[in-house]
T-cell receptor, first 115, second 117 residues
Framework: DSGVTQTPKHLITATGQRVTLRCSPR?????VYWYQQSLDQGLQFLIQYYNGEERAKGNILERFSAQQFPDLHSELNLSSLELGDSALYFC??????????????FGPGTRLTVT | AQSVTQPDIHITVSEGASLELRCNYSYGATPYLFWYVQSPGQGLQLLLK??????LVQGIKGFEAEFKRSQSSFNLRKPSVHWSDAAEYFCAVGGELGGGSNYKLTFGKGTLLTVNP
C-alpha cells in the first residue's frame, strides 16, 4: 500500500459525458501527478500540482483539467469524453516540488471505460 | 527530450532462473532512473532508483540494477526469479521539463514478465 488513494476504482460512462477522478496523496506529500496508461500510448504524464498550484503540464488534452485543493487532494476532470479516453488513470504523489528527483508513489488507479 | 526504450515486450523465464530486463534511456544530462513494477490490477510500486553515486543499486524484493552511462542503460536483474515476480516492469527516467525548473518521469512501454513453474 503506497498511501495514495484513488476513487472510484472503476468508472463506466458514455461518450460526451464528464467525469471526475479523485486522488488523495500520501500524508505530507505536497506534489500530485496525474498519468494516463493506455495500451497504445503506454504511461503518459498529464499534469502536476504542488501545494495547490499547477507546476507542469505534459500530454494533457484541453478537454481535461485538474486542480489541487487546500487539503491537498486532487481531482482530474475529463469532459466531452471520447472512446479513446478509455484508460487507466493513475495519481502519484511525492514530497518534492519537482526541483529534485524524489520518487513518486502511485495510487491503485481508476479504470475509465467510455462506451 | 527524454525517452526510455524497453526492447523486450514480453519475457518468459522459469522459476529459479536469473532475470535481466533491459532499459535504455535518452537524456541530455545526468539522468535519474527508476524501475517500477505493476501487478495485475495494481498501481506501480517502486523497486529501486538511481540518483548518483554507486552505479549498482539494490532494491526491494531482491532486485538490483546497474547504471552504465557509456551504454545509456539501466538494466534490472534478479539472480533467482520467484513465481510472485510475474508482473509488468517499467523503467523510467526523471528529467527536466522545459524551463529548467520542473521535473517529470518518462516511462518505457514496459516488459511483461511471465514465470513458468
Amino acid at each position: 500500500d503506497s498511501g495514495v488513494t484513488q476513487t472510484p476504482k472503476h468508472l463506466i460512462t458514455a461518450t460526451g459525458q464528464r467525469v471526475t477522478l479523485r486522488c488523495s496523496p500520501r500524508s505530507g506529500d505536497l506534489s500530485v501527478y496525474w498519468y494516463q496508461q493506455s495500451l497504445d500510448q503506454g504511461l503518459q504524464f498529464l499534469i502536476q500540482y504542488y501545494n495547490g498550484e499547477e507546476r507542469a503540464k505534459g500530454n494533457i488534452l484541453e478537454r481535461f483539467s485538474a486542480q489541487q485543493f487546500p487539503d491537498l487532494h486532487s481531482e482530474l476532470n475529463l469532459s466531452s469524453l471520447e472512446l479513446g479516453d478509455s484508460a487507466l488513470y493513475f495519481c502519484a504523489s511525492s514530497s518534492s516540488p519537482s526541483l529534485t528527483p524524489y520518487e513518486q508513489y502511485f495510487g491503485p488507479g481508476t479504470r475509465l471505460t467510455v462506451t | 527530450a527524454q525517452s526510455v526504450t524497453q526492447p523486450d515486450i514480453h519475457i518468459t523465464v522459469s522459476e529459479g532462473a536469473s532475470l535481466e530486463l533491459r532499459c535504455n534511456y535518452s537524456y541530455g544530462a545526468t539522468p535519474y532512473l527508476f524501475w517500477y513494477v505493476q501487478s495485475p490490477g495494481q498501481g506501480l510500486q517502486l523497486l529501486l532508483k538511481y540518483f548518483s553515486g554507486d552505479t549498482l543499486v539494490q532494491g526491494i524484493k531482491g532486485f538490483e540494477a546497474e547504471f552504465k552511462r557509456s551504454q545509456s542503460s539501466f538494466n534490472l536483474r534478479k539472480p533467482s526469479v520467484h513465481w510472485s515476480d510475474a508482473a509488468e516492469y517499467f523503467c523510467a527516467v526523471g528529467g527536466e521539463l522545459g524551463g529548467g525548473s520542473n521535473y517529470k518521469l518518462t516511462f518505457g512501454k514496459g516488459t511483461l514478465l511471465t514465470v513458468n513453474p
